[in-house]
């Protein structure tokens, strides 16, 4: 399960740079996973070339479109909601359309179109290229969908839109798809599988985000340690290569290295990270350069090895400790975090301990946490019993969350009154006088706005923290 979008951005309506000679008016929001972010900022790419500005005003809308999730229900509730908000609209504004794209898309294509008849659009995430046509469909007063997984689709060859855009980091989608069946999950079953994009398309994005200003960028993918391009296909694929293929094959680690010193001023992060395919050269190749962040997003969803085993996670608690001990040997100055379900189906009171006590072990700097919530289609819906009350599930990941805590004040506070690098990203949530900005290890820091502008490098000396934020002031502008 990859890591979602900060809370504070879901759901943003997301605007670009304007086309004078389009006439039609796009209304686009985005909700959970960072990928579903960067493939809004795809889709808008595509409908920009079909006469479409994006608009910040619902009531303004040609065309309304939700990016959906399936990952919690949380999600799914808040997109019908919003669904229901469209089509008030609707009413009074009839010529406009709505649209479903991404996970949910894929999973409910049925109920939304026949059953409900609340959207004349389906879409799901490898068929936004047929945007064009399915919207013809639409205007010729029919409803469109297109939910068929590809085996070959990337959009490498689709230049994103930056969307809502601080112009100082971008996501750079390097993977679609997921081969990893973990039960509890609906990715392989909404993205399909998994295959990787072209490396020189990689490229040619970075150095343009980098011609525009861009200071950081993340690489994205629901696994990236499991990134490999022989030539196109599936990864599952690979066994059946050529000799060729295989010997010129770029791996993640190669491709982290491809990009760091395509544009050494840059830098560079990714995620999210599986356990069982981070690879030490990973690591290796984020200490050698300084400019690839020092940060790893390591989900472990449970200490317990008995849970890890039903989840289907392809590691053991043992092997995580392992991965953990190597990672903070080549990379001592690294901040790990992860994602953590309590209440998964069968989970007793001693396998909730387990997680505490892996968290012990490792002291996260921060987390993302849930109860188990059942997603239909998933294999932990069709084969286990959510055996788990509600009240036991919210009581542990209470447990989980101020054990997080206290770890998150741990590691901040082992900042304070040392120097680091901040990249400035916006302004202070808390005071219009303050930059706000991140770490290489992904800690926000905030400091006193002085001469400084968003998008410059910072030395920052750390004065004080919270649980999750570092406070400090300016030294000097650092060239990274």
């Not at 008030?88 to 008849?117: D, T």
């Not at 690979?238 to 395509?262: I, S």
Request: glycine share 6%.
């Amino acid at each position: 399960m990859e890591k979602t979008i900060d809370e504070s951005k879901q759901g943003e309506s997301l605007v670009l740079e304007q086309k004078k000679e389009n006439t039609r008016k796009l209304f686009i929001e985005s909700y959970g996973c960072s990928m579903n972010f960067s493939d809004s900022e795809i889709v808008a790419s595509i409908l920009h070339n079909e006469g479409y500005n994006t608009t910040q005003k619902l009531e303004d809308a040609d065309l309304v479109l939700v990016n959906t999730c399936s990952i919690r229900d949380k999600a799914e509730q808040t997109v019908r909601k919003r669904l229901e908000k469209y089509n008030a609209v609707k009413r009074i504004n009839p010529g406009m359309k709505v649209g479903v794209l991404g996970c949910m898309a894929e999973r409910l294509k049925s109920k939304f179109l026949e059953e409900e008849k609340i959207v004349d659009l389906v879409v799901g995430p490898d068929a936004y290229k047929d945007l064009p046509n399915l919207l013809a469909e639409v205007e010729d007063g029919r409803d469109a969908i297109n939910v068929i997984l590809s085996k070959e689709e990337t959009y490498g060859d689709i230049s994103p839109v930056r969307l809502n855009s601080n112009g100082v980091t971008a996501f750079v989608s390097i993977t679609r798809g997921c081969d990893n069946m973990c039960t509890f999950c609906v990715v392989p079953f909404t993205r399909g599988r998994e295959r990787s994009r072209e490396p020189q398309s990689i490229l040619e994005e970075i150095n343009d985000l980098w011609s525009r200003g861009f200071k950081e960028i993340t690489l994205l993918g629901q696994n990236v340690d499991s990134y490999l391009w022989y030539g196109g296909g599936l990864k599952k694929d690979f066994d059946k290569a050529t000799d060729m293929q295989v010997a010129t094959a770029v791996n993640f680690a190669k491709l982290l290295e491809l990009c760091a010193k395509e544009q050494p001023k840059m830098r560079i992060r990714f995620s999210t990270s599986n356990p069982q395919d981070l690879t030490l050269d990973v690591v290796e190749t984020m200490a050698k350069y300084k400019n690839i962040c020092k940060h790893i997003h390591l989900p472990v969803q449970s200490g317990s090895n008995r849970i890890l085993k039903e989840m289907n996670r392809l590691h053991t608690r043992e092997e995580y400790f392992e991965l953990i001990n190597n990672i903070r040997r080549i990379l001592p100055d690294c901040s790990i975090s992860q994602d953590m379900i309590t209440g998964f189906p069968t989970e007793t009171e001693q396998d909730h301990q387990d997680t505490l006590s892996l968290m012990e072990f490792v002291k996260y700097n921060f987390g993302y946490m849930f109860y188990y919530s059942e997603r239909p289609g998933t294999l932990a819906e069709r084969k286990m019993e959510d055996d788990i009350p509600l009240e036991v599930k919210k009581k542990r990941l209470d447990d989980v969350v101020q054990l997080q805590r206290k770890h998150s004040e741990f590691r901040t506070k082992a900042y304070v009154n040392t120097v680091v690098e901040v990249l400035i990203e916006r302004e202070s949530k808390k005071s219009d006088q303050q930059w706000s900005g991140r770490t290489s290890q992904n800690i926000v820091a905030v400091f006193p706005k002085e001469d400084y502008k968003i998008g410059d490098f910072v030395t920052v000396k750390i004065l004080d923290c919270t649980s999750a934020t570092l406070i400090g002031e300016a030294i000097g502008l650092s060239n990274l």
